[in-house]
């Protein structure tokens, strides 16, 4: 744990955070809005003290609630993992600005991150479906998708009709999961 | 000829009906701005089809190549052939079944995909590893990246044309897989790391084998790798293939190799250590050109610096458990953690989310052949179709890791 590195996202970012900057093991993570990602990416980027130039992934995440987009960067002034949490990105609107402005590699993983959780990045020239088929029409790691339900609704699901008779009447709530513990 | 009486392409009476043309499946819809770019054709540009069946695309990848004659002008990898969904499969099995569940991701190098997520179950479950697992995770980690470089060497040889290489390559490669198969009973997916250790100590049949192969390893890797070192077709092919130059490297994410072929000195070992590699000495080969010769040579330094690491490993190797003791049904605090690995390939990283039940809320599993399959894209343009299969192999992705 690097105690002057959070001082300095303190520093740096103030009002910018909506929650304490934690440190765990060799992990500090910093929580923003969605609408501030590419203000806070640009400065981590570019700003001399930081140098954040490797961005080492980027994931979706449904809590439940709400959507979150998590980065991960590193940088040569640091020996932490930089956790960036843009949070509360709502179900019904879910809308992020892209960062492929910053790192062009960003946009293969915007892109699984759409097409796994439909969440979509403003700004990502090619936002479009990558691992599931074109005329899929569901979110597979969303936490409200039941597979036999949904997977039968898409043609290129695999599921044929006539399976769906050998599935148990109670097969949604045995693959439903809790939701909304984790934060 | 005037041109009121030259005829209009645009005319009905002279466009070829679809199935008369050999189109049965209309072209895509341009609906994002990079499909309208890619699909609205030039003139003189077509469109061709390049697997998912093609014998070097490294497992099932489907390439739209749009090409000019015999330029290719610009691609369009079609990913998801291998998808299993493999990060809702962790979400809904607990700890210790994922290990099993990731191993097929990278099978050429899977003890890699097991790492990062052991690493981040027990950075959730504070759990203390001994210190004979790590070196034995070292140990097996750096022979398991020799079989996969080894592997490189003779695919990407066969790309190119030329046989002999991968006969020689899989001599060495194959006595290390029986050497991990002694300890891990398995010869692809080893499924050997656990949470808290590994799957059991070194055996006899390993230490006799190890011992006997170090002794000659070095003189046979270096004779398969003359095979190509000095090869002039080889390396005049090779040359100034596919040049990634430092800032796209670093722009587009790439990691491992194919960064420092690029002249960045970035390695996981080194930037963020982890397991005991501080205690260890090896060096950081790094190259400037960035082309495909650079990207070859580089992976065949890194087998020497490997070699090095499993001869200090077996000096150092201290006596003890290779387990920590951990109850049989985990259940981490609710909590995040992330965890990184270098690779033969990059960066293996994993993010795993915990909320205190004995299953994963949410895993992450971030692979660089992903990463690097993106890459193509880029240095594609301007060369022959020849070349793409020739660029696609310098930068090593593994489909099944690509597609997860």
Not at chain 2, 46 to 59: D, E, I, V
Request: hydrophobic share 40%.
């Amino acid at each position: 744990m690097d105690r002057a590195f959070r001082a300095l996202i303190e520093r740096t970012f103030g009002d910018l955070l909506t929650g304490p900057v934690r440190q765990r093991h060799d992990e500090t993570e910093m929580r923003i809005r969605p609408g501030d990602v590419p203000q806070v990416m640009r400065t981590l980027h570019d700003d001399p003290r930081l140098r954040f130039e490797y961005l080492s992934d980027l994931a979706g995440v449904d809590t439940g609630t709400v959507f979150q987009v998590v980065y991960h960067l590193f940088s040569v002034v640091t020996p932490d993992w930089l956790r960036v949490v843009a949070d509360g990105i709502p179900r019904d609107q879910p809308r992020i600005p892209s960062i492929t402005f910053l790192w062009k590699g960003a946009e293969w993983m915007e892109r699984e991150a759409y097409d796994m959780f439909g969440l979509v990045f403003e700004g990502n020239r090619d936002m479009r479906r990558i691992y599931m088929p074109d005329d899929y029409v569901s979110f597979p790691l969303r936490k409200d998708f039941h597979l036999p339900d949904d997977a039968s609704r898409s043609p290129g699901g695999g599921v044929r009709p006539m399976e769906d008779a050998t599935t148990p009447a109670d097969a949604a709530a045995a693959t439903s999961r809790r939701t909304a513990t984790a934060r | 000829m005037t041109s009121s009486t030259r005829p209009s392409l645009d005319d009905p009476a002279l466009t070829i009906p679809l199935e008369h043309a050999g189109i049965f499946e209309p072209i895509p819809l341009a609906r994002t701005e990079r499909q309208q770019e890619f699909y609205g054709l030039k003139d003189g540009e077509m469109l061709l089809n390049m697997g998912p069946q093609h014998p070097s695309t490294h497992g099932v990848l489907r390439v739209v190549l749009k090409i000019n004659g015999e330029q290719v002008v610009d691609l369009d990898p079609v990913l998801g052939y291998l998808h299993r969904g493999v990060e809702k499969i962790a979400e809904n099995s607990d700890f210790h079944h994922i290990i099993s569940q990731l191993d097929p991701l990278e099978y050429v190098s899977s003890l890699f995909c097991e790492w990062s997520p052991v690493m981040s179950f027990e950075k959730l479950l504070d759990v203390q590893v001994p210190r004979r697992a790590e070196y034995i995770r070292v140990l097996t980690g750096e022979l398991n990246r020799i079989a996969s470089h080894m592997l490189f060497l003779g695919w990407y040889a066969l790309d190119l044309g030329g046989i002999t290489p991968i006969l020689w390559s899989f001599a060495e490669r194959d006595e290390i897989v029986e050497m991990l198969a002694a300890i891990t009973g398995a010869k692809l997916l080893f499924n050997y790391f656990r949470i808290g250790g590994v799957n059991g100590d070194l055996n006899h049949e390993f230490m006799s084998r190890l011992g006997d192969w170090m002794s000659r390893a070095g003189a046979q890797l270096d004779a398969g790798m003359g095979l190509l070192n000095e090869n002039e077709i080889f390396v005049r092919r090779a040359r100034g293939l596919g040049v990634l130059d430092r800032e796209t490297a670093l722009r587009m994410c790439a990691t491992g190799p194919n960064l420092r072929a690029s002249g960045v000195p970035f390695d996981i070992r080194r930037a963020h250590p982890y397991s005991v590699y501080p205690e260890l000495e090896f060096d950081i080969p790094t190259r400037r050109e960035g082309d495909s010769l650079a990207r070859y040579l580089l992976r065949m330094d890194e087998v020497r610096q490997s070699l090095r690491i499993i001869d200090q490993c077996l000096h150092q190797m201290p006596d003890g458990p290779v387990m920590a003791r951990l109850p049989r049904l985990l259940r981490p605090r609710p909590g995040r953690a992330y965890s990184a690995v270098e690779g033969p390939r990059g960066q293996y990283s994993c993010y795993a989310m915990s909320d205190g039940t004995d299953q994963p809320f949410r895993l992450r599993i971030h692979d660089p052949s992903f990463l690097h399959l993106q890459l193509v894209g880029l240095l594609m343009p301007g060369n022959l179709i020849a070349d793409t299969m020739a660029i696609m192999a310098s930068l090593d992705p593994v489909m099944g890791g690509v597609d997860k």
